[in-house]
């Protein structure tokens, strides 16, 4: 059952690759240079084909899942840029969208905004993404920017709140007009929606429709929160 909140809980949502890389993926070698196809680049350029996958399931599933690390595209690119650890942390991945030109000549991700888009993933609640998310986070990322251009249609690097509430209406969340005007004060700057902070908000409608979902056990679109379990899905992202 889909039903209005979940962006995208029950169907396809557009823009999105389908679960994996795009053909044209990221380089195994150095960080240095911009990433091709759809991960860098200029803006504008094609979109990628295929839906998004169903809320909820797409990186979920690939947990546990065998990888064959060392024949990915991604994962020369990853295995530059993660710590001794082996995982990349918020800086880490400022430093990598920044010089990958993802964004292209839209603003750059703050450290802030990294490191809730690493909380969108971070499962076992260590403050850094592992391979696997590693590549997820990319795939959610094509398709927000994908998802921006259509409406940054003159390309300003901002959008004003009817055009943020087409975004959203596109992605599947089907909010209030209150819920909208929060949202729009909590991320715009003299009413105008920046790239970096857009991304900020989906990453943090996603999360938040995640910790809700798996909780809503009936999908019936009510859940009842014990207070230090609401104060950690919040806190979190």
Not at 56 to 83: K, R, V
Not at 119 to 142: C, I, Q, S, Y
Not at 227 to 235: A, N, S, V
Request: charged fraction near 15%; hydrophobic fraction near 35%.
């Amino acid at each position: 059952m889909a039903y209005p909140g979940y962006g995208g809980y029950g169907g396809a949502m557009p823009g999105m690759p389908a679960q994996g890389m795009p053909q044209q993926g990221m380089p195994g070698g150095h960080m240095g240079g911009p990433m091709p196809g759809q991960m860098g680049g200029p803006m504008g350029g094609a979109p990628p084909q295929g839906g998004y996958p169903a809320y909820g399931g797409g990186y979920q599933a690939q947990y546990g899942a065998p990888q064959l690390a060392a024949n990915d595209p991604m994962w020369g690119y990853f295995t530059a840029i993660a710590g001794q650890d082996g995982e990349v942390d918020a800086e880490e991945l400022q430093r990598c969208l920044t010089q990958s030109g993802f964004t292209g000549s839209y603003q750059p991700f703050s450290l802030d905004t990294c490191r809730i888009m690493i909380a969108m993933l971070d499962r076992d609640h260590t403050g850094k993404m592992g391979f696997n998310e590693f590549k997820d986070l990319f795939v959610a990322l094509n398709g927000w920017k994908q998802n921006f251009m259509m409406v940054d249609q003159d390309r300003s690097g901002n959008i004003d709140p009817n055009e943020m509430s087409r975004a959203i209406n596109s992605m599947g969340y089907h909010i209030s007009p209150q819920t909208l005007t929060v949202i729009i004060k909590r991320y715009s700057k003299n009413g105008r929606i920046f790239f970096d902070d857009y991304v900020a908000s989906c990453v943090k409608l996603r999360a938040l429709s995640d910790h809700f979902r798996r909780r809503d056990t009936m999908q019936q679109g009510t859940v009842a929160f014990q207070y230090d379990d609401f104060i950690q899905c919040t806190m979190a992202v």
